[in-house]
């Protein structure tokens, strides 16, 4: 697949982030001359929050991690994060949640960690038993490869269909006391079961209690990687995780309120939004960038169901693959998500351009306005309830045919 | 556009029903050389159901004609249906329900019929005021042109990006009394605001009570026009009717549930879908008729929903379109519906060939078997959740480069 046109120029510089180590290696489960498989290591002490696909048919590697989790966890003991990309271990029965249980073994024994605290995540075709052998074979020599600063090899080799690597860094102080976030992610539709899947995978040297830790990514979780959508449709693997080292020289955060961190909570929620919009600017087919800000609405909640019926429509998304200004089908999508809103109190914006008002079609909106608008890479949608005070903004890209190409294609 | 492959070789020959006669005419609002007007009349004492989008945005006419059913109807009165094409008069403002009040009225004048009680409908594009003139001026000549045998005229009339009119006739009994059904409809996108909608219209010459009526329309709506879908997008002017003349010679029945009408409903049950197979034969881009029957399931609601699920997933739509038999990516729409399910409980079948079953591929599966049936036209595709005794058929069609030429091109 052809390099997406919103590829960054160059992955950014990300420095070692105290407490925190990594190797990757190639399997040869399914890519040739491409790494797979990719652990992180946080050193004792390590506080790990998770957010997972609500997916009812979630894979092998969910099941586990949602449980590693809730393992109580030995402050002796280090934390392990085990990635492979080529098979997905979704849908493969018992013989899945074996090749789990023997990887979370295999690197317990060798890194010296509680197998049952390791989290796992797998990405790729679905269906397909996966070869446990393939992971466990080449973890010794991982184990005496570990470095702090190739965080672009580990974005690299968590890849499947994606055409760039997705790595974001920040910084920022606790208590004056200088922390990084660095993150990384992989994801080129919103998910398609046997190929994408998002994952997120973000270090932090801040020192965050398990708590606080977990509040602010859930938090965080809805207002960036669960803002964004190619086409609606929901991966079985999907994967957050933000790991907290705690080797900067702070004193532990507990509250995940604590004025302390807003400094950081600035950087971490920046790290989020860049990965998940890179994921978007690979999305599958993707020609145009679109935010879809909704405001009025009768609650936030309210706002997150419009914005997403207007991200996921087929209708809104081809519009804009053909670059047509059509606010009858935003309004459409926002009359079928089902929220309060009235007809006469709807207004839609593209960009500065104020198309339809009070029920009808604005009478200063001129169509050159609009053509020329929608001809631009980055589009921004508003649509403002006129009920209330609830706001959300959602990111989604253009239904082309390269997504069909993608879609109707790939497995055969 | 192209006539879709599914279209029908001819029309059906579709006789007389008594207690009905219509009219169609050229208003020349949006359309050259073809008529967009029809105009049903059913005798005094017609009986007339009906269902709307539940779209909250509904065009005026979908208000209008809500009321209208409401409208305490005077026996003596003819009923009047009056459809037009080329403007959905939808996002109109106040403008209009100003002109669905002069259609209404001008109709009410001319044919003595209570003007609230008129029912109306329109499809077309969205956003533009619509001239009510343009249809009172060209009324009074049809008043004088009114003929009881001419649906396929109406059919035609009422079309819009429909690449072939769809009618559908039937004929049956009650209390040893020949009574037949005729139904028209239009659509070819589940809706697509500016250009498609669903609209089905359909009359039968039976005695049946206004209640019994609308709760058999109701039942059967949700069993045929409402399960299919193009591209999960909902229209804001979808309406179906049924009006009953109660010419046939038998005694009124008031009772849905009445024996008597069994052979009447399979009937109706037949025209109404075979109408609405008919939408999905000429659904925007369709290269494959695709029916998926849930059974198993908690309940027949849940079924529904994981039934959509699977018809309105982009990923199982592409991957028909690539004729690849992708169970993964039905295994993940049914997880995405948030619907009890359990993966070791689930199989999956497309056609004859079981692909998945007790959460992993089928063992007796051959991917050859698979790969053959999907070079098939019509497909289907069978899930058993394996819970419980619901189920439900709903019915699609693939996602295309097609659907992207009509959607993405069609307005400019």
Not at 312 to 337: F, H, Q, Y
Request: with cysteine.
């Amino acid at each position: 697949m052809s390099l997406s046109p919103f590829a960054p120029k160059t992955f950014p510089a990300m420095p070692a982030i105290a407490g925190f180590d990594m190797a990757t290696a190639e399997t040869g489960m399914r890519y040739q001359n491409r790494d797979d498989l990719w652990i992180l290591r946080g050193q004792p002490g390590t506080h790990v929050a998770g957010v997972f696909t609500k997916n009812l048919m979630p894979g092998a590697p969910v099941d586990w991690s949602r449980r590693a989790l809730l393992t109580p966890f030995d402050p002796q003991m280090a934390r392990l994060i085990v990635v492979n990309s080529g098979n997905a271990n979704v849908f493969t029965g018992t013989a899945g949640d074996k090749a789990t249980r023997e990887t979370a073994q295999a690197a317990g024994r060798l890194y010296d960690v509680n197998p049952e605290a390791v989290i796992l995540a797998s990405t790729g075709v679905i269906g397909q038993p996966l070869d446990a052998g393939k992971i466990t074979q080449i973890m010794p020599i991982m184990v005496h490869q570990m470095h702090a600063d190739i965080w672009h090899r580990g974005a690299k080799a968590i890849m499947t269909t994606d055409t760039f690597a997705k790595g974001a860094t920040a910084q920022a102080e606790i208590h004056g006391v200088p922390v990084r976030v660095n993150g990384i992610a992989k994801g080129s539709g919103m998910i398609a079961p046997d190929m994408a899947t998002m994952l997120g995978f973000i270090a932090t040297d801040a020192r965050i209690g398990q708590e606080a830790l977990q509040t602010i990514l859930t938090g965080f979780t809805q207002l960036t990687f669960n803002a964004i959508t190619v086409d609606s449709d929901t991966s079985t693997s999907d994967t957050v995780i933000l790991a907290a080292s705690g080797a900067a020289d702070h004193s532990t955060i507990m509250d995940a309120h604590d004025p302390a961190l807003n400094d950081f909570k600035n950087a971490l929620l920046k790290v989020m939004l860049d990965l998940s919009h890179q994921i978007i600017k690979d999305g599958e087919g993707a020609s145009k960038f679109i935010t879809v800000n909704v405001n009025g609405a009768a609650s936030d909640e309210s706002a997150r169901a419009i914005a997403m019926s207007i991200a996921n429509s087929p209708l809104v998304k081809t519009a804009i693959a053909g670059e047509d200004a059509n606010w009858g089908r935003i309004v459409m999508a926002v009359g079928k998500s089902g929220e309060p809103a009235d007809r006469d109190k709807l207004s839609v914006w593209m960009g500065p351009h104020l198309l339809a008002k009070a029920g009808q079609l604005s009478p200063e909106y001129q169509e050159e306005d609009g053509a020329a608008y929608m001809k631009k890479d980055y589009l921004e949608i508003t649509v403002d309830i006129g009920l209330g005070h609830g706001s959300y903004t959602a990111w989604t890209c253009d239904l082309t045919h390269g997504y069909i190409n993608i879609n109707a294609d790939y497995r055969s």
